[in-house]
């Protein structure tokens, strides 16, 4: 199984950024996708959801109305579309593919950094 993120990089604060994440090596149709960040020194952050079969997303209060969770079960990629980016967005994004059912399921890319600075 593998997750790979692409798509970090360094932004000024208000810009936007688009992060992908490639599923390969298990069914995507079979899991939730969702994406966490990590900024240094703090733990890890839940930032948003999509259900499995694309029904219905969610995201965390610090995001929300401002990042967008997308998936093509097609491709196998997850994105994640960030607009409105601010220094406190600065972190590590990874991608986690959670089974919809079996919760203790999980695979986790290697992560893609976000820079949100002037």
């Known amino acids: 199984v593998q997750l790979v993120e692409s798509g970090g990089a360094l932004v000024q604060p208000g810009g936007s950024l688009t992060l992908s994440c490639v599923v390969s090596?298990?069914?995507?149709?079979?899991?939730?996708m969702r994406w966490h960040r990590q900024a240094p020194g703090k733990e890890r952050e839940w930032v948003a959801t999509?259900?499995?079969?694309?029904?219905?997303?969610s995201y965390g209060d610090s995001v929300k109305g401002r990042f967008t969770i997308s998936r093509n079960n097609g491709a196998r990629t997850v994105t994640l579309q960030m607009n409105s980016l601010k220094p406190e967005d600065t972190a590590v994004y990874y991608c986690?593919?959670?089974?919809?059912?079996?919760?203790?399921?999980?695979?986790w890319g290697q992560g893609t950094q976000v820079t949100v600075s002037s």
């Open positions: 986690n593919a959670r089974h919809s059912r079996l919760y203790d399921i999980n695979y």
């Open positions: 090596g298990l069914p995507i149709s079979n899991y939730d």
């Open positions: 999509i259900t499995s079969d694309v029904s219905s997303s």
